[in-house]
């Protein structure tokens, strides 16, 4: 383990320096360490916030980087002090077991999710880190329709067999019916989400997180191992979603909807975005109509989808 690496981590805990202020940290002063040990002054020099500086030197007054102990469950790291901790219920329940940590230094970090401009810093990752393969985002409904799902299971299988991975939230509805196609069909899957990935939200779909922890797939999250699901985190989760894929495919969501969000930023990240037309009397076909005629390619077959990736 590198000497610097506890202090990314001490990083990623610390509530109110994303990644684009570290990357100003770790392009003044080298290291995430030196960063971490900066003076208030320094911190205030380079253009953060007092307010926000009291709160970091607070921070690490108790958080201690260099005294992690990832051979530990729990890290040994003090969770009751953090102000999110009391919002994970009954974490007990929660599976434990080995996390691979990937920061932006690691070889095996993603290349296709460096390139995004805000690239998280810091990912925990659970599970089989796979091929390596062209991946696709399939993203949708929570509130599903008969349709919705028959048309992601049929997709999914056919792109999966050709290799694709496929990505998505792990969510109800498309999101967790794209996971299981992708492995009923054999194929690679990976579920980035919006807790530490200790966390299993929604909890009914606890049989699928250890399916693709077990599989051959992988969980991702860039929160610590137990932050809960909080509502502000499915929308920063949706920029990995996207930055994670080649292409992202869209099948059902309402006209104001995550799906459209996630969509809004593939788009900005240079992703293609594909959609598939729905029935015109269907509330759930109003997004995906839209993406449609905002240049959105409409997808009706498997090949439609190929011959983007």
Do not use: C
């Not at 496929?166 to 196609?181: E, F, P, R, T, W």
Request: charged content about 20%; proline content about 6%; overall charge positive.
């Amino acid at each position: 383990m590198k000497k610097d690496f506890p202090f990314w981590i001490g990083f990623n805990f610390f509530e109110g320096i994303g990644p684009l202020r570290f990357k100003l940290l770790l392009e003044y002063f080298g290291t995430a360490q030196k960063a971490w040990e900066a003076s208030s002054k320094e911190l205030k020099a380079i253009g953060l916030k007092p307010g926000l500086v009291e709160k970091f030197a607070s921070f690490r007054s108790w958080f201690k980087p260099e005294k992690i102990d990832f051979k530990k469950e729990d890290w040994n790291i003090q969770y009751d002090r953090f102000p999110w901790y009391k919002e994970v219920k009954d974490y007990q329940k929660y599976p434990r077991g080995q996390i691979l940590i990937l920061t932006w230094e690691d070889k095996l970090y993603p290349k296709i999710l460096k390139q995004i401009p805000d690239a998280p810093p810091v990912l925990y990752v659970k599970g089989h880190l796979g091929s390596g393969e062209p991946a696709l985002a399939v993203i949708g409904s929570r509130r599903a329709s008969y349709y919705g799902r028959s048309i992601t299971q049929s997709l999914v299988s056919q792109i999966a067999k050709k290799g694709i991975v496929i990505i998505s939230g792990m969510a109800k509805g498309i999101d967790g019916i794209a996971h299981q196609a992708a492995l009923d069909s054999g194929g690679e899957t990976i579920a980035v989400l919006g807790s530490g990935v200790n966390v299993i939200y929604p909890y009914q779909n606890k049989n699928l997180y250890q399916r693709i922890i077990s599989g051959g797939g992988l969980v991702i999250s860039e929160f610590p191992p137990f932050y809960p699901p909080l509502a502000a985190n499915f929308p920063q989760r949706n920029r990995i979603i996207s930055g994670l894929s080649k292409a992202v495919l869209v099948i059902e969501a309402a006209q104001k909807s995550g799906t459209l969000i996630t969509a809004r930023l593939a788009a900005e990240q240079g992703k293609e975005v594909l959609a598939v037309p729905g029935p015109i009397t269907s509330q759930l076909s109003a997004g995906t109509s839209y993406l449609i005629s905002q240049g959105a390619k409409l997808v009706s077959n498997a090949q439609d989808i190929l011959e983007e990736l």
